[in-house]
């Protein structure tokens, strides 16, 4: 449920009508805005006596929310929210970058992405400590170690790093070594480790799940909202459906669904979303014209000997074309990606 409050509303009014329904065992989260209050009430709703609310004559008009996800849904927060990863806004009029092998290798390797992907115009970097693999004796990542690479890299270029974690357990070590969590897809309805993120003041990536519905999606989004973690960015990396020739179907249409749906900035990861590193430029081409806040790219100084999903990573000299490419339709959408680092 939604109360939309009258414009010029007295503090000490929203508060007394917030009270009478905290009294009735009904949450209330606050929307503040210039030119509109809003009052989102979150739990059994059937507790309030709508006729006496309208009769405060500081209620505008009470409107129902159809959806289950509350925290998650645009009519809860009418404007776009922006969310800060180590000094970079995701959501805002800047389309976000972010960058960087599958997993970390070496220290060589990683630093040398970094500086490679910065010098393009990446504002974030991404890297793989932790790698969950279908097959069990598949490169699993270097784990601990590979965290610590990841903060030499962010030392040696200023990057921001993100990454994705595995285990509940981890989460102490990743609040303070990374500065944005990634929930990967086969993690997103994890909901244990998704209440434990919402404890935490840190930004969370959370990746669509391999079958996910939109509803599932931002439903996963709410677990961690509802924990008091409203710092969430979503990631469309592709869902699996009857087609075999791409790893994933990449589902363009879920960026303006979500829009219309929820505030959450929402990215894609084209990488993941094809397993093919020829079929990443147009899709981050299209992504970026669809309305994506921004783009999660794989790329490796030497995909050949990658020692994870080296088939969908890019070169250094293909992403510098790609962030060429995408300034410009950045532009045409009315969107910023920053500019190449000056060597």
């Given at each position: 449920m939604i109360i939309v409050l009258r414009k010029g509303t007295e503090q000490r009014e929203i508060d007394r009508l917030t009270n009478l329904i905290i009294e009735r065992g009904v949450a209330v989260n606050p929307i503040v805005g210039s030119d509109l209050t809003i009052l989102g009430l979150i739990g059994d709703t059937s507790k309030i006596d709508e006729g006496q609310i309208e009769s405060h004559r500081c209620v505008e008009r009470i409107m129902h929310v159809a959806e289950p996800f509350k925290k998650a849904n645009r009519m809860f927060h009418p404007g776009a929210s922006v969310v800060n990863v180590g000094g970079v806004d995701v959501g805002g009029k800047e389309l976000v970058v972010m960058a960087g092998p599958c997993s970390v290798e070496s220290r060589e390797q990683i630093i040398g992405v970094a500086q490679s992907v910065q010098a393009s115009g990446a504002s974030v970097l991404r890297g793989g400590a932790f790698k969950p693999r279908t097959s069990p004796y598949a490169f699993q990542g270097l784990k601990y170690e590979g965290l610590d690479l990841l903060c030499a890299a962010k030392e040696a270029t200023g990057l921001p790093i993100v990454s994705e974690i595995m285990s509940p357990y981890d989460l102490d070590l990743f609040v303070e070594k990374v500065d944005c969590i990634q929930v990967g897809a086969r993690n997103m309805q994890n909901f244990d480790l998704l209440r434990q993120l919402g404890k935490v003041d840190?930004?969370?990536?959370?990746?669509?799940?391999?079958?996910?519905?939109?509803?599932?999606?931002?439903?996963?989004?709410?677990?961690?909202?509802?924990?008091?973690?409203?710092?969430?960015?979503?990631?469309?990396?592709?869902?699996?459906t009857f087609e075999t020739y791409t790893r994933n179907t990449i589902d363009l249409g879920a960026i303006p669904a979500v829009k219309k749906l929820s505030h959450l900035p929402v990215i894609v990861d084209p990488s993941h979303a094809t397993g093919k590193w020829w079929m990443v430029e147009p899709l981050a081409r299209a992504a970026v014209a669809v309305g994506?806040?921004?783009?999660?790219?794989?790329?490796?100084?030497?995909?050949?000997?990658?020692?994870?999903?080296?088939?969908?990573?890019?070169?250094?000299?293909?992403?510098?074309?790609?962030?060429?490419?995408?300034?410009?339709?950045?532009?045409?959408?009315?969107?910023e990606v920053r500019q190449p680092a000056a060597v």
């Open positions: 840190k930004p969370i990536l959370l990746k669509r799940g391999l079958s996910a519905t939109i509803e599932e999606w931002l439903m996963s989004a709410e677990y961690i909202m509802a924990g008091g973690n409203e710092r969430v960015i979503l990631c469309e990396r592709g869902i699996r994506a806040d921004g783009l999660m790219i794989e790329v490796h100084n030497d995909p050949a000997h990658a020692l994870c999903d080296g088939a969908q990573s890019v070169k250094p000299d293909l992403f510098d074309d790609i962030m060429r490419d995408i300034r410009q339709i950045a532009a045409a959408v009315g969107r």
